[in-house]
């Protein structure tokens, strides 16, 4: 299960990465906390995560053919230093006490640039740091297991921290920024040879675009996370409002709090014992990621692939409705382990398939389609979210969400046998599976 981390350049980077997504999770949860503490409007909680991801929809075709141009490892260093200079100002702005919501705005436009950059960059660097690509599936599900092992420790760490000041999580996440540098530094590659480009960059786009088109495989899997992150995963934009107004706390949670060194007075009670629901709330997400993604890196079957996305798109469907129609606390978080579990599973089964099947000279344009998919589209659907939420409530939003996820699950599934007879020969050609190798 952690077969991956033999690579001397994979641990590494493992290593870095897992401390700088501590922070980046601090700050995930802090941000919109910070929007709806100071307009308490739900509309502008969407127009945050709009202007965050929208970037990521217009410059991630550029970054994929990119991607397959240049030096991925020190496009990656690069990203990840702009990142932590775009957490330091957030953390300035916060801790000075002139935060505004336009400056927000305009920061989040900036990390949502540099994300639209850095992801396709960073997906596609991954098999450079294997000696064996055989364990990319692995070191896929390895890195999802990273990021919500954090996802426990930084939305609870947050929580407490809040309760001072929103600026001391964006101060962290850009220390922790720190630590994934100095790991890619470190790393000893290999020179990968890159090939001379005659064509235009338009017309490489154009060809990643063809490639992913005509492929039945990747094209099912991007329509399917598309549909997802604009009608479903937005669901986590409305995490604040549960946290505040539909989940009731008790004063345990306060006493936690103050306990651990919060909250300040210019904080009340109860916007300190929302802070720590908050909290929980999305760790609990986490820990179902976490047992999610840990499933994953056991698994060896590549055949299986399309049939785990279709049933975690399923999975994480269920839990969304039965999530939106609870308001106890304690089983809303134990939903949010089943959506958590969903989620993850599709994610990482999908990425999965998307690199194992990709063409090397393709895969950075094919995971830019994949970020437009994911973050390109989770703009549009934080803005439907927070409309939505206007109309219909938190609640109703969130039910919504978990019936397109259902929706997608059952279209994806009809299609399974075109996908697996167009799979098999594509991974038997990268020598993942065998002619006899049963499905």
């Given amino acids: 299960m952690l077969r991956a981390l033999r690579h001397r350049n994979y641990r590494l980077f493992f290593i870095g990465q897992g401390i700088s997504l501590v922070g980046t999770w601090m700050q995930g949860v802090a941000l919109p906390w910070l929007v709806y503490r100071m307009t308490g409007s739900v509309f502008l909680l969407g127009v945050v995560g709009f202007a965050s991801q929208i970037p990521s929809l217009v410059v991630a075709p ?43 705005i305009a920061l989040g436009i900036l990390g949502g640039l540099i994300r639209g950059f850095e992801i396709p960059f960073r997906q596609a660097f991954v098999i450079d740091m294997l000696d064996d690509p055989q364990d990319l599936p692995n070191a896929i599900a390895l890195n999802s297991f990273l990021v919500n092992g954090a996802r426990l420790i930084g939305p609870m760490l947050a929580g407490f921290l ?81 946290a505040g107004e539909v989940l009731g706390g008790g004063p345990h949670t306060v006493g936690f709090l103050v306990a651990a060194g919060g909250p300040s007075a210019k904080i009340s009670s109860a916007a300190a014992d929302a802070a720590v629901r ?31 996305i279709a049933a975690a798109s399923a999975i994480f469907g269920i839990g969304l409705i039965a999530f939106a129609l609870s308001a106890n606390l304690y089983l809303s978080v134990g939903l949010l ?92 050609a990268k020598g993942y599976v065998t002619p006899d190798t049963p499905e």
């Fill in 62 to 104: 550029a970054a994929g053919v990119v991607a397959d141009r240049a030096n991925r490892h020190r496009l990656v260093t690069l990203a990840q230093v702009a990142s932590a200079l775009q957490a330091a100002a957030l953390a300035v702005l916060a801790l000075a006490g002139v935060i505004e919501i336009w400056h927000i």
């Fill in 162 to 242: 809040m309760g001072v000041s929103e600026g001391i999580c964006f101060l962290v996440n850009a220390v922790s920024f720190g630590a994934v540098v100095v790991a890619l530094l470190a790393m000893r590659l290999r020179p990968r040879p890159l090939r001379v480009h005659t064509t235009h960059p338009l017309r490489d786009l154009k060809e990643g675009f063809l490639y992913v088109a005509g492929s039945p495989p990747i094209r099912a899997v991007l329509l399917l996370m598309g549909l997802l992150s604009l009608l479903a995963i937005p669901y986590s934009v409305l995490l604040p409002v549960f």
């Fill in 278 to 308: 908050m909290g929980f709330l999305v760790a609990a997400g986490g820990l179902g990621a976490v047992v999610g993604a840990v499933f994953l890196a056991s698994r060896r079957s590549m055949l299986a692939i399309p049939r785990l």
């Fill in 337 to 428: 382990m089943v959506v958590g579990f969903g989620m993850m599973v599709q994610l990482v089964s999908s990425n999965t398939l998307l690199q194992t099947v990709a063409d090397e000279d393709k895969r950075g344009r094919v995971m830019s389609f994949h970020t437009m998919a994911f973050m390109g589209m989770a703009p549009l659907g934080s803005l439907v979210a927070g409309t939505m939420a206007k109309i219909l409530g938190a609640p109703g939003t969130v039910l919504v969400c978990g019936a397109v996820s259902i929706l997608g699950a059952v279209v994806f599934a009809a299609g399974l046998g075109r996908i697996h007879r167009a799979l098999r020969p594509m991974l038997e």
